[in-house]
């Protein structure tokens, strides 16, 4: 089986790059992210007409999260148990469409699109890490409840997790910049230490998964790697192969963020 997850920045906007890419590249399960769009005006028939079953979550033109399945698609959730609300300045707080999960082909498979912190200082990065530590705790219940059970928590995290995973880190140090401060270290590695393991990285190293648009940051090479497939230990075990489909970054219309694909053993 082939698992995948894509943040396409505008479903929409990248429908036909979208479709195209599931036909080459004839993955079964595809994590999407940044839908940016309300279920009322989701492409259903983009995946319907390609033998998919999909299941998305999308309250207005920001976020929104969704998996595409033709092994399956059941036991659908949106949001996971406890995920944090925000609302700026504490004010009228929503809960963003950032999570969904369904079961696919006997794996639970997660789409996640986890805040950005914006700034170290701003709220954004409270609730950011407040959002991660509450996935943790209750990605620990799974596994204590079920040891066996095969998770994959896909998406863009939006943390660079080690020095490797940006282009240059004294750039990002110097400028007090997201992504690779050691709180948002800490929240990572804390599903590491739960057992967890990143399987694309062994296959990928030195890659990135995105590329601002901005300063040419694609073609000068100047990338990073935030997005991720952390597998649980029953998982992680079936993994033959994983990769970053870079190609799919080139070219007018493009995703900032290239698709990140894992093998897996029947």
Same mark, same amino acid.
């Given at each position: ?6 943040? *396409?920045? &505008? $479903?929409?906007?990248?429908?036909? =790059?979208?479709? #195209? ?22 492409p259903w028939e983009l995946f319907e007409n390609n033998d998919y079953e999909v299941a998305h979550f999308g309250v ?48 639970? *498979?997660? &789409? $996640?699109?986890?805040?950005?912190? =914006?700034?170290? #200082? ?139 694909i894992v093998e897996l053993s029947d």
């Open positions: 089986m082939k698992i995948a997850t894509w943040n *396409v920045n &505008s $479903l929409r906007a990248r429908a036909d =790059r979208v479709e #195209d890419w599931l036909r080459r590249t004839d993955v079964d399960v595809l994590a999407i992210q940044e839908t940016k769009c309300k279920d009322e005006n989701f207005n033109q920001w976020n929104g999260v969704a998996i595409a399945s033709r092994v399956g698609l059941e036991n659908v959730q949106r949001t996971f148990p406890g995920q944090p609300e925000f609302g700026k300045g504490g004010k009228n707080p929503i809960q963003e469409p950032r999570a969904i999960a369904a079961t696919c082909g006997g794996v639970q *498979v997660w &789409s $996640l699109y986890v805040p950005n912190g =914006r700034a170290l #200082d701003d709220e954004h990065m409270a609730y950011k890490l407040n959002w991660l530590n509450e996935l943790k705790e209750r990605s620990g219940q799974w596994l204590a409840e079920n040891p066996e059970a095969q998770i994959a928590l896909m998406g863009d995290w939006n943390i660079a997790p080690k020095d490797e995973d940006v282009w240059d880190i004294d750039f990002f140090i110097e400028n007090k910049l997201t992504h690779v401060s050691a709180p948002e270290r800490a929240a990572f590695t804390a599903f590491e230490d739960l057992g967890f393991s990143d399987v694309v990285r062994p296959y990928t190293e030195g890659q990135y998964t995105y590329w601002d648009y901005t300063q040419l940051r694609f073609p000068k090479g100047e990338g990073m790697r935030i997005d991720f497939s952390l597998t649980s230990p029953a998982l992680t075990a079936r993994v033959t192969s994983a990769s970053i489909d870079r190609e799919e970054r080139k070219g007018k219309g493009a995703s900032d963020h290239a698709p990140v």
